[in-house]
């Protein structure tokens, strides 16, 4: 069934989906969706919040750029890996899907849409909610390849945009070793597709 995916290339929500249906090598139809196209009726009736991401798959819309992925690995790649089996592995990566939609929302991905794109919003706040993020996810990878364990999982997806493109929210990740060793490691799985405007770091 012919998979579109409904969003746009500066979106670090979308951009997670992007790596996925990359890296499981599964054809798919974007959709650019601009602001405005959020708000019609039509994508209205796809996600009635209005956000992107938004997947397609023959009848079925998954909405949620976190539920879409693991969507896509339950679905066509089971036993990957992407999204490990044993409970307690299973609660670690949950913990990393709301800390994308929590910490990492609230704090980079924030700093950015108010530095990049002019969003209304308190830069101070997001930028120390990230810093406070960001000490966290360095002392957790001292010890650790990826987050969750030695290979990659949906947790590593699902943060890996906005913590790459921090920068552009005047979070640096100068003094964060172990994140930028982890998004090297990231940027180095096969078919890895960076967003644009990848930031130096
Ligand atoms: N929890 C949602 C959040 C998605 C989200 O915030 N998307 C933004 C773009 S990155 C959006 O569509 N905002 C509404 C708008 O810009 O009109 C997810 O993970 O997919």
């Given at each position: 069934m012919r998979i579109t995916l409904y969003g746009t290339p500066t979106s670090g929500h979308t951009h997670r989906v992007e790596l996925l249906l990359e890296m499981l090598e599964l054809p798919y139809t974007y959709a650019f969706t601009s602001a405005e196209a959020r708000r019609s009726a039509a994508f209205l009736r796809l996600n009635?919040?209005?956000?992107?991401?938004?997947?397609?798959?023959?009848?079925?819309?998954v909405c949620d750029s976190n539920a879409i992925l693991l969507y896509l690995v339950q679905r066509h790649a089971p036993k990957s890996g992407w999204?490990?089996?044993?409970?307690?592995?299973?609660?670690?990566a949950q913990r990393w899907f709301s800390i994308a939609a929590g910490e990492l929302k609230n704090g980079p991905?924030?700093?950015?849409?108010i530095q990049q794109f002019h969003a209304p919003g308190d830069l101070a706040t997001a930028?120390?909610?990230?810093?406070?993020?960001?000490?966290?996810?360095?002392?957790?990878?001292?010890?650790r390849?990826?987050?969750?364990?030695d290979t990659p999982t949906l947790?590593?997806?699902?943060?890996?945009?906005y913590t790459a493109h921090a920068p552009e929210g005047g979070v640096?990740?100068?003094d964060y070793p172990h994140i930028r060793a982890w998004l090297t490691r990231v940027e180095c799985l096969?078919?890895?597709?960076?967003?644009?405007?990848?930031?130096?770091?």
């Open positions: 009635p919040l209005g956000q992107i991401p938004v997947l397609a798959e023959g009848e079925t819309i999204w490990p089996e044993e409970a307690l592995a299973q609660a670690e991905a924030t700093a950015r849409l930028q120390a909610i990230a810093h406070a993020l960001f000490a966290f996810m360095d002392a957790h990878l001292v010890e390849r990826f987050l969750l364990k947790a590593d997806l699902a943060c890996y945009s640096p990740l100068t096969p078919r890895f597709k960076p967003m644009p405007g990848l930031p130096e770091r």
